[in-house]
């Protein structure tokens, strides 16, 4: 598989505001870990592997334990996550899935009984931001380094 094109290049001011949007979610109500397991996450259910790949090694450098990244594709059958990382687990997955299920009522409620609205927000627009970089990525076949 080759790259398409480099999308940066072709639309510099529109990845430098994707670029904000993770800069926002840094300093926003989310730890580093939650939005590590959240951007793999949505990035397994795209199939983007560059993002897959970038997010692994990332999470692996603030401190995430590696099983736990090897479990995040079945973390509704592992012990290793608690009742919030499986809450914002199971929000990713509805809102990165919105066409199939509309997010439904039970998934907001479990995500409600964890996070506040602004973190609910935050959440909301981490999912909303890595699913643009898929998509970015994975039309225009972005490659993860060899």
């Keep these: ?30 730890d580093a870990k939650l939005r590590h397991l959240v951007f793999l996450r949505a ?16 999470a692996l450098a603030d401190g995430e334990e590696e099983r736990r ?13 608690d009742a919030r990382e499986r809450a914002a687990l199971a929000w ?25 609205e602004r973190q609910l927000a935050d959440l909301t627009l981490a999912i909303a931001t890595i699913n643009a970089w898929n998509r970015m990525a994975i039309s225009f076949r972005k490659l993860p380094p060899a």
């Design 92 to 116: 990713t997955e509805a809102v990165t899935l919105v066409a199939e299920g509309h997010v439904p009522d039970a998934a907001y409620a479990a995500a409600r009984q964890h996070f506040d």
């Design 43 to 58: 990035s397994q259910i795209n199939g983007c592997a560059f993002c897959v790949d970038m997010h692994v090694r990332e």
């Design 69 to 81: 990244l090897h479990h995040v594709v079945t973390w509704n059958e592992s012990p290793l996550f």
């Design 1 to 30: 598989m080759q790259q398409r094109m480099d999308y940066a290049k072709a639309a510099p001011e529109g990845v430098a505001t994707l670029r904000k949007l993770n800069a926002y979610l840094n300093g926003s109500t989310l």
